[in-house]
Every structure is written in structure tokens, then in C-alpha cells.
């Protein structure tokens, strides 16, 4: 819901990006694992930085359905 209401009061710092893809299975491990060096790298700047303002981090990677 807050997400939503970021849309609609977008902020100069504000960042949406959604979409449903459709790729191989071969890929979506490439992806996966890119995902998670992406988290690891921003995991090691978030830690350490001083708590002044709170934001909300999201990443999902998740199959829609089965066998499709």
C-alpha cells in the first residue's frame, strides 16, 4: 500500500520498477544470481550507513503459475 501511495507522491529519490517477463529457465539462474551479487554489494553500503532515513527495499524473482 505505501508503495502505491509513492506512486501517486512519487519523491525525487523514489525508484518503481515492475514487470512480467517471460525468459529460459537457463537465464532465470543467470538472473537470480545477479540479483543476489547485486544485494550482497548493496548489503555492504546499507549496513554500515548511519540510520537518518527510513526507506523500504524490495526484490522479488518468482515464477507465475506452474508449468507455464
Known amino acids: ?3 502505491i501511495d509513492s506512486l501517486d ?4 529519490e523514489d525508484l518503481h ?3 512480467v517477463i517471460t525468459l529460459s529457465e537457463k537465464d532465470v ?4 544470481e545477479k540479483m543476489l551479487q547485486s ?3 548493496n548489503l555492504k553500503l546499507i549496513k554500515p550507513s ?4 527510513p526507506y523500504v527495499y524490495c ?6 503459475g ?3
Open 9 to 12: 507522491h512519487p519523491g525525487d
Open 1 to 3: 500500500m505505501r508503495a
Open 66 to 68: 506452474q508449468g507455464v
Open 39 to 41: 544485494l550482497e554489494e
Open 17 to 19: 520498477y515492475s514487470a
Open 59 to 64: 526484490m522479488d524473482l518468482f515464477r507465475l
Open 50 to 53: 548511519p540510520s537518518e532515513v
Open 29 to 32: 539462474k543467470t538472473l537470480r
